[in-house]
Nanobody, 119 residues
């Protein structure tokens, strides 16, 4: 089974920016809706963060607003989560997951990428 891969997480200070990436090794995400989730420390459930549909429409968790933007490159083989003006409460492990058809749904969750916001 194919597993998605996330990268780009790091230690940042409040107010800084960083960009996370998500790939499906060997494939593009042409027909998949791509979703970003996060799991905060000491929490079990993943929280939905943002989505980019296969046709390009995007949506983001209301409490995050326009601080985060999701996009994909022209080849559609990399999905990005641009994080701006990060806050302490953004500290979490971030995951991406494709959904949208049988193949997309079958792609395994990745290990996530750790974002730590600390002053």
């Amino acid at each position: 089974q194919v597993q998605v891969e996330e990268s780009g997480g790091k230690l940042v200070q409040p107010g800084e920016s960083l960009r996370l990436s998500c790939t499906i090794p060997g494939f593009t995400a042409n027909n998949c809706d791509m979703h970003w989730y996060r799991r905060k420390p000491d929490e079990y459930q993943r929280e939905w963060v943002s989505t980019i549909k296969s046709m390009g429409a995007t949506s983001t968790l209301g409490s995050i607003g326009d601080r985060f933007t999701t996009s994909k490159n022209a080849r559609k083989d990399t999905i990005y989560l641009q994080m701006r003006n990060v806050k302490l409460e953004d500290t979490a492990t971030y995951f991406c997951k494709p959904y949208g058809n049988t193949w997309c749904d079958s792609l395994r969750w990745g290990q996530g990428t750790q974002v730590t916001v600390s002053s």
